[in-house]
């Protein structure tokens, strides 16, 4: 074989970020915006990994060096290792999704090169085993990730997640509802976020811990409403989840001006998605007004995007079925 190619699907956290750090479940949702990278063997004894954002790198086999494409190497390290050889490789790394937005770009760069480098070298390896190979990669870049990213990038749809206990597929029909993404144009470090909420955490436990606890019933309570296609609920739990997320400090005035706005201009729910403090906002929607509460958003965004929930994860590009 002289190439193959795998495309893997962003995220959105839709319940339950930061709070699913203290041990609570999250709801996160496959979108149809997706990251492909493509794996050809090379004559070289090492990797070169040719990005369209952050342009060209080339690491030796044990190579320590950092940088914006180091975890894509060590995504297909880790595949090169377990099929027991030293093969020099060329990846081509193409990605829609946009970068530090809380969107699981860097999970899905590593998805879709694990499972294109492990098709290249005939490798037959489980879902589980490149959702693993892909976690790896994410420690790279985060320290220590919640394996949402990984996950949902992995196996797509609906997922239902809680820090060592694993996730559950959520069984809903998502065609009548899109999501609209808002990107606010604030830069923001996911660890500095965590950090910071981590921090106040620690200063009033006994009144967090109740917050806490309410996010954890509320995303119980919004995998309910998804199993029974009331997006009406889901919505509200949506904005209910804002509100808990502004009260532990990751909301700002201008994630909140988009918020409101996509809430006036007809979204079900809308509230901050990932770590806070600038990235996107997310707008559930019915089908039909997606469009009128997007138009209302980009006088305010810095980029707007419409997407449905992605049924599919990681897949490769010969074949229009997931891979098993």
């Known amino acids: 074989m002289n190439n193959a190619r795998a495309i893997a699907p962003g995220k959105v956290i839709l319940i339950g970020e930061h709070f699913v750090v203290g041990g609570q479940p999250a709801i996160a949702a496959a979108v149809e915006i997706e990251a492909q990278v493509t794996a050809e063997l090379s004559s070289s004894k090492g990797i070169k990994v040719n990005s369209r954002e952050y342009g060209e790198a080339f690491f030796a086999l044990e190579d320590g060096k950092n940088g914006p494409l180091y975890p894509v190497y060590i995504a297909a390290r880790e595949v090169l290792s377990i099929a027991g050889g030293s093969r020099g490789l060329n990846l081509t790394v193409e990605s829609n999704i946009p970068r530090a937005a809380g969107m699981g770009s860097s999970a899905a760069v590593a998805v879709a090169t694990a499972a294109a480098t492990a098709k290249l070298l005939e490798l037959e390896l489980s879902l589980e085993k490149i959702s693993e190979i892909a976690y790896r990669s994410e420690t790279v870049v985060h320290g220590?990730?919640?394996?949402?990213?990984?996950?949902?990038?992995?196996?797509?749809?609906?997922?239902?997640?809680?820090?060592?206990?694993?996730f559950q597929r959520i069984s809903c029909d998502v065609s009548p509802i899109r999501l609209v993404l808002a990107d606010s144009g604030i830069e923001r470090s996911t660890g500095a976020m965590v950090a910071k909420v981590l921090t106040l955490k620690e200063s009033y436990p006994h009144i967090l811990e109740h917050v806490y606890h309410a996010a954890g019933e509320l995303a119980h309570s919004a995998k309910n409403a998804l199993e029974e296609g009331d997006f009406f609920k889901v919505g509200q739990l949506m904005n209910i989840n804002h509100g808990l997320?502004?009260?532990?400090?990751?909301?700002?005035?201008?994630?909140?001006?988009?918020?409101?706005?996509?809430?006036?201009?007809?979204?079900?729910?809308?509230?901050?998605?990932?770590?806070?403090?600038?990235?996107?906002?997310?707008?559930?929607?019915?089908?039909?007004?997606?469009e009128r509460v997007a138009d209302a958003l980009k006088n305010l965004a810095k980029q707007v995007l419409v997407t449905g929930i992605s049924r599919q994860g990681v897949r490769l590009v010969e074949s229009s079925s997931p891979l098993r």
Request: aromatic content about 8%; some cysteine.
């Open 144 to 166: 220590k990730p919640s394996g949402v990213d990984n996950t949902v990038s992995t196996y797509g749809g609906l997922i239902f997640y809680k820090k060592g206990a694993g």
């Open 245 to 290: 997320l502004h009260a532990v400090g990751v909301s700002n005035a201008k994630l909140d001006s988009l918020v409101h706005a996509a809430r006036e201009a007809g979204a079900l729910g809308a509230k901050l998605t990932g770590a806070g403090g600038g990235g996107f906002v997310v707008a559930l929607c019915w089908k039909e007004d997606a």
